[in-house]
């Protein structure tokens, strides 16, 4: 396959402001930005002036729309890219079925679905198994697309409506075969092991430590530079992720547009390995079930495309965090990267994709560490790198926890102690530490591959950790009762019954 050709064409590009500087670890430019409308020719002048469709495109090009919006749609909800390309993407074989290729995918979260399940208690996994590096060349791989399990969701993206969070472990590149997801944009936060994603639009380099964000209906394809590797997924169905709105912040804060990095345009020529090349594997998912076709051609052969419907990354450490500067605790809110769905209708957001990273805090005479709490949302929690400070169950990297709505959850009473007590200096947390939150409007059915499948491998709850968590709160201690006379003498100076007359005996 030549990726050279494009390659050369990319870097001869004028450099954009702020992008990443090429390097080994990430050898591509990008055009920044956030919802603006982009433009990237591999060759110069293919682009068409003035048009979108003119009768022929330069070099006989075909023109092509993805969008991925209603087609009639408020202006600020158009989002739609135009490619110049070799050959149109109809160009394939027949689509079947491929249900063997991978069965963990869920995508009905209804109780008609015997795959999932509601589940009030608090979970949590120890990492998910990185795959072994097969040890000789014959080893069968899984890549990105059999390596996605679902972990749990809501909704269903045949009504675009609601999510699915996913995890993902491979240990194999896509080598001719591409992946096109039309139920929804797929956030992907690798946790081992970078991602070097080819899309249709051109190639990005994703760490851990970055997100990336491909929409629907786009061909990518994934290849692991490093070896086995690991990360989450959370997929919205019928929604586009944006940045939230900045209200009394202003126009500077939290995720900025300009460390949002799209692709540049590449293209690949591969007609010239003859009538032997095996034919390219295209995989669509549909309503959570996968569907394949063939076709003798790369699927990588955009020569130039303009729009604003484009696949990004952006590095959690750019992350500008605000935060409380005299006293008080802020909603975790305030480090909110990315929203989706909800919003300007005044519902709730379908999610909101919040960050850990480092920070300074400095409240004074504030309980510091997360206070206890009761939310409408769901949220699940994962960790890129270090290890998180909660204490109410311990977060590996690469690992998962669970807090179904409307479920209390707080820290642990020895924390608690410790918080209430100390001397408050300013101190950072979250040093060596990245973690994420997807903070979910709705309640979450989770999947029987997460609680009692190959999943519930590294499930917390079970054997000894279940006699540890059962007791866990038993040291919780009230110490308003260690207060009783003083409440008495306050009440009795306030012309208020005192507590003996409150007993719940003297009631009846
Ligand atoms: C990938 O992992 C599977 C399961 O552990 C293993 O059987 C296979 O040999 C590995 N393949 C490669 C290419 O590393
Ligand atoms: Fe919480």
Redesign the pocket.
């Known amino acids: 396959m030549a990726a050279s050709r494009a390659a050369a064409a990319a870097a001869a590009a004028a450099p954009a402001a702020f992008t990443t500087t090429p390097s080994p670890a990430d050898p591509h430019r990008y055009q920044t930005g956030f919802g603006n409308r982009f433009a990237s020719e591999a060759v110069p002048g293919v682009l068409p002036v003035g048009r979108n469709v003119p009768q022929r495109v330069k070099y006989g090009l075909y023109s092509e729309q993805l969008n991925g919006a209603a087609v009639v749609s408020p202006r600020d909800a158009i989002q739609h890219v135009w490619m110049y390309r070799m050959r149109p993407s109809v160009a394939h074989g027949r689509v079947s079925p491929v249900p063997g290729l991978n069965p963990h995918i869920e995508s009905c979260f209804s109780r008609a679905n015997d795959k999932v399940e509601f589940v009030a208690s608090q979970e949590a996994w120890d990492p998910f198994p990185l795959?072994?590096?097969?040890?000789d060349d014959d080893?069968?791989?899984?890549d990105f697309v059999s390596g996605i399990r679902t972990v749990g969701g809501q909704g269903d993206p045949t009504l675009r409506q609601g999510l699915a969070v996913h995890i993902y472990s491979a240990?194999?590149s896509m080598t001719r075969r591409a992946f096109c997801n039309n139920d929804g944009d797929l956030l992907v936060l690798p946790q081992h092991g970078r991602l070097h994603v080819q899309t249709e639009l051109g190639w990005l380099m994703v760490r851990p430590g970055e997100l990336l964000v491909v929409q629907a209906g786009l061909r990518f394809r994934v290849l692991l530079p490093d070896?086995?590797s690991r990360g989450y997924i959370q997929e919205v169905f019928g929604a586009h992720y944006r940045l939230p709105e900045l209200g009394p912040v202003g126009s500077n804060g939290m995720a900025l547009p300009r460390d949002f990095e799209h692709p540049m345009a590449s293209f690949d020529l591969d007609d010239g390995e003859g009538e032997g090349a095996p034919p390219w594997d295209i995989v669509y998912k549909l309503a959570g079930g996968l569907h394949s076709c063939r076709q003798a051609h790369t699927p990588f052969d955009v020569v130039a495309w303009h729009g604003n419907l484009a696949p990004y990354k952006y590095a959690l450490d750019r992350f500008v965090n605000l935060a409380n500067a005299n006293h008080d605790q802020a909603d975790p809110t305030i480090y909110c990267v990315l929203t989706a769905g909800g919003g300007g209708g005044g519902g709730p957001s379908l999610t909101d994709v919040l960050i850990f990273t480092k920070k300074w805090l400095t409240a004074e005479d504030t309980f510091r560490p997360p206070y206890y709490h009761r939310n409408m949302s769901t949220e699940v929690m994962g960790l890129i790198r270090g290890r998180y400070g909660g204490s109410s169950h311990g977060l590996g990297g690469g690992g998962l926890s669970y807090e179904a709505s409307y479920m209390p959850h707080g820290e642990a009473y020895a924390t608690w102690r410790e918080a209430t007590t100390r001397a408050l200096r300013p101190e950072t947390v979250c040093d060596d530490a990245t973690a994420f939150m997807f903070h979910i409007g709705a309640p979450l059915y989770l999947t029987r591959w997460a609680l009692r499948g190959e999943g519930a491998a590294t499930r917390h709850g079970d054997g000894e950790e279940a006699a540890t968590t059962t007791h866990k709160w038993d040291d919780v201690r009230a110490h308003f009762l260690d207060h009783l006379d003083d409440v008495d003498a306050d009440l009795r100076a306030a012309g208020l019954p005192s507590l003996v007359r409150r007993s719940p005996e003297k009631l009846n």
């Open positions: 795959l072994e590096k097969a040890h080893g069968a791989g899984v240990n194999a070896g086995p």
